[in-house]
T-cell receptor, first 114, second 110 residues
Framework: GAGVSQTPSNKVTEKGKYVELRCDPISGHTALYWYRQSLGQGPEFLIYFQGTGAADDSGLPNDRFFAVRPEGSVSTLKIQRTERGDSAVYLC????????????FGPGTRLTVL | GIQVEQSPPDLILQEGANSTLRCNFSDSVNNLQWFHQNPWGQLINLFYIPSGTKQNGRLSATTVATERYSLLYISSSQTTDSGVYFCAVVAASNTGKLIFGQGTTLQVKP
């Protein structure tokens, strides 16, 4: 079976532009998570969806970041007015049922803001 | 919030050697996972182990939840074991977010 997939694998954009990052979770997984990993650091939590709703968005750094999961499967992370400090690898994970089940990660999207 | 500390931060081994990586956490957890991040950045699941002991080939892990630590054992290390090992937990008081340690960078020399 397919794992978590993320597109694009790499995204280069200019400061001030808008970007969308996509995540396809493992089929049947109801929980979906976004994390961000900067160079030399462990991943940091951004947002967690249970079904279509955001159960915890406490990790979103500011209101330029927004994520949706309209049908409870695919999710899109949206970043407005990108800044150079947003450059990082954005990771998506999914798990069956509740948040404390085993999480499986996608390969990530490397975002570079010039 | 919960704190996760991993030790050692860096480890260099000769191929064939054994090693133990440690993860300490500051509060009760519902989930503890060990990951290996390969050179391409992919996080590979090693163990889901909120408590108890598990083994998978040359790797094994033990979590003592009451004492708030977990250990990852690597035996007969191979060069392909090189990379960063992360411990991550979900606090019992929390929804589902994994809190990661800073990782242990392992280099296995031939």
């Amino acid at each position: 079976g397919a794992g978590v997939s993320q597109t694009p694998s790499n995204k280069v954009t200019e400061k001030g532009k808008y970007v969308e990052l996509r995540c396809d979770p493992i089929s049947g997984h109801t929980a979906l998570y976004w994390y961000r990993q900067s160079l030399g650091q462990g991943p940091e939590f951004l947002i967690y969806f249970q079904g279509t709703g955001a159960a915890d968005d406490s990790g979103l750094p500011n209101d330029r970041f927004f994520a949706v999961r309209p049908e409870g499967s695919v999710s899109t992370l949206k970043i407005q007015r990108t800044e150079r400090g947003d450059s990082a690898v954005y990771l998506c994970a999914s798990s069956a049922d509740r948040g404390y089940n085993e999480q499986f990660f996608g390969p990530g999207t490397r975002l570079t803001v010039l | 919030g919960i704190q996760v500390e991993q030790s050692p931060p860096d480890l260099i081994l000769q191929e064939g050697a054994n090693s133990t990586l440690r993860c300490n956490f500051s509060d009760s957890v519902n989930n503890l996972q060990w990951f290996h991040q390969n050179p391409w950045g992919q996080l590979i699941n090693l163990f889901y182990i909120p408590s108890g002991t598990k083994q998978n080939g040359r790797l094994s892990a033990t979590t003592v939840a009451t004492e708030r630590y977990s250990l990852l054992y690597i035996s007969s290390s191979q060069t392909t074991d090189s990379g960063v090992y992360f411990c991550a937990v979900v606090a019992a008081s929390n929804t589902g977010k994994l809190i990661f340690g800073q990782g242990t960078t392992l280099q296995v020399k031939p």
